[in-house]
């Protein structure tokens, strides 16, 4: 009965969201291709770009012309310690650098890490590349990097038919700019305003330059998260501030089965906690302060199982690992498919049934979901379906005997039908991005002998 209304419930938040969904036309991945990070030693690209084929055309594509459509979702398989988490890593690491270089001198110590298995890349800067899309015009956006300073950067745009350079920049030289289509930083070259290890994107962003903030703003809507990590239920009971928003999560909790009729938020005073703290144990608080709790209500029942009110606990203590995750990505997913975002969530499916993981990509793949994008790592095999996934909606990271990640697609083996098992086929080892186990059982003998 409870799967029945999971299914159920899932099936209407592509109902729910219908009104929500916008016309404005946020940014939306293409490709991000990264190198010499990290497990990975040459170029790779995780690409959005929909391949030729004839698969889930009206639903599981946003089509941006007749000649191209990007993918809603893409879902990343591999082996453990394969390398997947720093493809996740590698964007992050991109939005964080544009983001905080011009505040933050330590942004590319802290956030750049070479591939250190060959002595081919120890002097080679890390690459990083993403070509997007606003307001129907094509950009072209990277740079490299070591871990002290930028070495090159390059902003390419298509607003006609041929890309033309925006700018590109060499160490701490812009070599070409271009007056008509990035005037706002042709006027600020001969100033010398950005520094070595600083993105002059981000710096002409923060001297309010127009169509450089606007890319900023649109590449740091990218949402990355990770699925084990508890820090986003922080940013999620702030979302329940707002009586709007956490309108919405109560409703998506309630689509997921999750028995909470509504969340809350319970204020306690210094004066409080001084009450509630043990005498015995109270000179062990450095300092008590006013706290925000967060709190879910659920109906009570009586012998007959009839509903004689309503009880209130505390979420963080009371409710599952699964709950908890739910409620963190509530807000992310809902911003994500309402404003046409992308939502990058590594460990996806850690945590949560099998059925949830499946509905949430159904949700990104709906017809209702106009321009949101999901990217995610998962080792859920039930998603490797032609039901739910296309085949260039599935990409691998192999690592190799020479520790170099790879990153491919489904789409690139050759004869593989839709009618094909995916999931039979990858545990089988077919497409690869498997680990290669031995046999358990010998640790038996190895523990006898280790223990007598």
Known sequence: ?????????????????????????????KEFSFGNFRSFKDIQSLNMTASKINEFSETNLISIDEKQSLLKCKAIYGANASGKSNVVKALNSFITIINDSVKDEAVLFNYVALFLLSDETEKLPTFFQLIFEIDNIPYRYG????????????????????????????????TEISKKHFNEGHKL???????????????????????????MQELLSITVLNGLEDKQLFFAGDEVKNEDRKN??????????????????????????QKLVPENIVNDFIQLQDTDLLISTHNKFNSKKEKIGEFQMLFEN??????????????????????????????????????????????????????????????????????????????????????????????????????????????????????????FTNLFSVCKKTYK
Not at 155 to 164: A, D, I, Q, S
Not at 260 to 266: D, Q, R
Request: glycine share 6%; net charge neutral.
């Open 1 to 29: 009965m409870q799967i029945l209304v999971l299914k159920l419930g899932f099936d209407l938040i592509k109902l729910y969201f219908c009104n929500l969904f916008t016309q404005n036309n946020f940014e939306m991945i």
């Open 143 to 174: 740079f490299e990097t070591s871990n002290r300073e930028i070495k090159s950067e390059w902003l390419f745009g298509t607003p006609n038919e041929r890309e033309v350079a925006y700018f590109i920049r060499e160490n701490d030289k812009i």
């Open 189 to 215: 070259v001969s100033l010398n305003v950005f520094r070595n290890n600083s993105l002059f994107l981000s710096t002409v962003a923060f001297l309010k330059g127009e169509l450089s903030r606007k890319i």
């Open 248 to 273: 919405k999560i109560v409703d998506f909790l309630k689509i997921a089965d999750t028995a909470i009729n509504s969340i809350g938020i319970l204020k306690l005073s210094k004066d409080d906690l």
């Open 318 to 439: 009371t409710q599952s690992a699964g709950t908890k995750k739910m409620f963190q990505l509530s807000s992310f997913i809902i911003d994500a498919v309402s404003n046409g975002k992308t939502l990058v969530i590594d460990e996806f499916d850690a945590r949560f049934h099998p059925l949830i993981s499946k509905k949430i990509v159904e949700l990104f793949n709906s017809k209702e979901n106009q321009k949101g994008q999901l990217i995610f790592v998962t080792h859920d095999t039930n998603l490797l379906s032609a039901d739910v996934l296309r085949r260039d909606q599935i990409d691998f990271v192999e690592k190799d005997k020479y520790g170099e990640s790879h990153l491919y697609s489904l789409v690139q083996f050759k004869g593989v039908r839709n009618s094909a098992s995916f999931q039979k086929d990858y545990i089988s080892g077919k497409y690869g991005a498997i680990p290669f186990l031995g046999d």
